[in-house]
């Protein structure tokens, strides 16, 4: 529905068209009498077309003074209507009415615009104010002063500047300028890959090329206008992803879906929180403000990521339109009146809802801990406590409507419940759908819990040195070794090659230091005894106390939640109450005393990059972004990276809201892009393909 607001200054003063007049440039200042035939600008004189003032508006000729602020003007006879571009703004006027429409936005004026001596009048302050400009009125002297500070506005996909690759038959161009003030242009640029089926190509003769958009192509059901664009977020341990430089045939398996590969950089954890999301959505609402000049569906958006960048991917999603974001967004002149939701997202192990990481690791994995000092232990079962009293006040809820809660046990800390009796079935769950999968016999690949398992990983997303990466697909990427994340050591899941003749075999090596798994032949099904057993099998802990916000500020989510020096920080609030009077307290309360760049402090950052936040009715900021509509969540359910509360809670969460929800554990992966079958990259174009409607 349309928003409409009234336009209510006791006076709209006006601005002039002269005759003959040079444009009013960047950091110019014009000012004119109301009723004089004279307008100085920039401290010259020239002639104009006296403004006059009608019911308390004074109205001025259209052309000259758009013009001379820099706009491009449009007039069209049959409607009546002039239509006003500058800096990614359409303003749309209608003669006779006082309904203007910016964006797609409608205002009412005081004073319609009219014709007089065939000039199109119009309104001063709303045209110069809608542009940028400053306007002052001086009612004594009836004199009117148009102010422009000096700007850079964006120049937009330059269409005779898109580069060829003919083996792979893609156009792409890359260094294209997402915000107006990059903080730094080696992350805030973007790249796009285009299938050249899409393109009307002329050669420049310089190795460029000057491309229209050929609308009647098709690949598959998709044109030009309709395509998906997908977005990368390869930002593990929450690093910077540097902007494309160059070409990558790793996108092909995209753009031969028929799909826009859109590649922006952004800022990392040396940056601070929220600089990686700021970031990608500059780079989304950039991408709408192109309009019909940016090819794919801007309706239609993916993400997708993994670890950190799963998490990133998951932030994009569950922060569309968020005011919080609105002061990092201004800061680096991105586009504020287009929208930064996206469509879908991709999440392979999300590392989220960092507020309460630390208590979540500690009560599913804390357990697995040994030979910890009285005050860690005391620290473990505390944050484990504190766990089961947040989670008891989201009110989760299953398919079925029941409530998901967590109760006290005679053992362990509070491993009873209906979220306890969830978890558990998640894992069962998780086991039978590979025995349902698997064809024995059955070799398991050496892993460390990190590698690339019966379902591996793509090799089509851009990374480190800022250019989409090459490698086949299927090809093995060590995400532990990239992230800078500190681990003690890989968990459970390492292994050497093993190669299992029968399910029974299989089972067996489960069970080979205690029995936890039951197998039904007859039913090809298996059950565990417990979730602790299964965590003290297959998932022990990988981290130290705390596993986030680490004691020493070391671990990469510190720096995340530092002040842009790369430097960590403390940021977790439940941890900050459990080591007081401790030798940690005066850190904590120096850490979380501090505000960033902007003056949000560490509550408002926190909130910003916690997807619950926004989901879930027992925080502050429920219903107030626009979440993504799809979803699909991967994650390894042997990794130990995360309690697997985490990924369980975001898909509650999002069903919740009404969510399409795609969400699966993968039996004995790791901290990789888990997948039950297939590879990574396939199985997310499928899923692309199957929430446009043309699953193939």
């Known amino acids: 529905m349309r928003k409409f607001r009234r336009i209510t200054a006791a006076i709209v003063c006006a601005a002039a068209a002269f005759t003959s007049a040079s444009a009013l440039a960047a950091g110019s200042t014009l000012s ?108 004594k002297t009836r004199t009117v002063t148009v102010e422009k500070e000096e700007d850079n506005v964006l120049a937009g996909i330059d269409n005779t500047k898109w580069s060829y690759n003919a083996d792979d038959n893609i156009y792409w161009q890359v260094g294209i300028n997402y915000c107006a003030s990059p903080a730094d242009t080696t992350y805030e640029t973007m790249g796009i890959y285009v299938p050249g089926e899409y393109m009307s190509a002329k050669d420049n003769g310089d190795g460029t090329f000057t491309c229209t958009f050929n609308k009647s192509a098709k690949i598959g059901n998709y044109s030009v206008s309709t395509a998906p664009i997908v977005i990368p977020v390869e930002t593990p341990g929450y690093s910077a992803m ?79 339109d968020s005011e919080l974001y609105d002061p990092y967004l201004e800061a680096i002149g991105a586009v504020m009146d ?130 989409p990466m090459g490698g086949a697909p299927g090809g093995e990427m060590n995400y532990e070794e990239m992230d800078g994340i500190s681990r003690n050591n890989t968990g459970s899941t390492a292994a050497e090659e093993t190669t299992y003749e029968t399910v029974e075999d299989y089972i067996a090596s489960l069970n080979k230091d205690f029995t936890w798994v039951s197998y039904d032949a007859k039913t090809n099904t298996a059950k565990i005894t417990s979730l602790t057993d299964f965590v003290k099998a297959c998932k022990t802990a990988s981290k130290g106390i705390a596993a986030f916000d680490q004691l020493d500020r070391a671990q990469g989510e510190n720096t995340l939640f530092g002040y842009g020096d790369g430097n960590g920080a403390h940021f977790d609030a439940v941890l900050a109450e459990l080591v007081k009077g401790t030798e940690y307290e005066a850190d904590f309360v120096s850490d979380m005393a501090k505000k960033d760049a902007v003056g949000s402090d560490i509550k408002t950052r926190m909130n910003m990059y916690t997807p619950l936040y926004y989901l879930n009715s027992s925080y502050e900021g429920y219903k107030k972004s626009t979440p993504a509509k799809v979803w699909r969540i991967r994650t390894g359910i042997n990794q130990s990276d995360t309690a697997l509360s985490t990924e369980v809670n975001l898909a509650l969460a999002l069903e919740a809201e009404g969510c399409d929800v795609d969400f699966e554990t993968v039996w004995g992966e790791g901290h990789t892009k888990a997948e039950r079958t297939g590879t990574s990259d396939a199985n997310f174009v499928e899923w692309v393909n199957k929430c446009m409607g043309t699953k193939k």
């Open 32 to 139: 004119f009498v109301v009723g004089s035939d004279k307008i100085t600008i920039n401290g010259t004189e020239t002639d104009m077309v006296p403004a006059y003032i009608v019911d308390g508006t004074t109205l001025v000729p259209l052309r000259v003074i758009s013009e001379g602020l820099g706009a491009d003007v449009d007039w069209n006879g049959e409607t009546r209507t002039v239509t006003v571009k500058y800096g990614g703004k359409t303003i749309t006027l209608t003669i006779g009415s006082k309904t203007v429409d910016v964006d797609g936005t409608a205002s009412e004026l005081l004073a319609a615009p009219e014709i007089t001596d065939d000039r199109t009048m119009v309104p001063i302050r709303f045209i110069s104010e809608t542009m940028g400009a400053k306007v002052d009125w001086d009612e």
């Open 242 to 320: 540097k902007a494309p430089t160059g070409y990558s045939s790793s996108v092909k398996t995209f753009t031969d879906e028929g799909f826009i590969y859109a590649n922006p950089g952004c800022r990392g954890r040396d940056h601070g929180a929220p600089l990686g999301v700021t970031d990608l959505k500059a780079a989304i609402r950039f991408m709408r403000a192109q309009g019909e000049a940016m090819p794919g569906s801007a309706e239609r958006i993916f993400t997708f990521g993994m670890s950190g960048g799963g998490a990133q991917s998951a932030l994009v999603g569950a922060t569309g």
């Open 338 to 467: 287009r929208s930064d939701a996206v469509y879908g997202s991709m999440c392979w192990c999300p590392i989220t809802s960092l507020d309460y990481a630390d208590a979540a690791y500690e009560w599913n994995l804390g357990m697995t801990r040994t030979d910890l000092s009285e005050e860690e232990q005391r620290i473990s079962d505390a944050l484990a406590e504190e766990f089961a009293k947040h989670l008891n006040s989201l009110g989760l809820k299953d398919k079925d409507g029941n409530a998901l809660m967590l109760g006290k046990s005679d053992e362990g800390i509070y491993m009873a419940g209906t979220y306890y009796d969830y978890l558990v079935s998640v894992v069962e769950g998780s086991l039978n759908n590979f025995l349902a999968d698997t064809t024995f016999p059955y070799t398991k690949k050496a892993s460390s819990g990190f590698s690339v398992g019966r379902g591996g990983m793509g090799g089509g997303m851009p990374m480190g040195g800022g250019m």
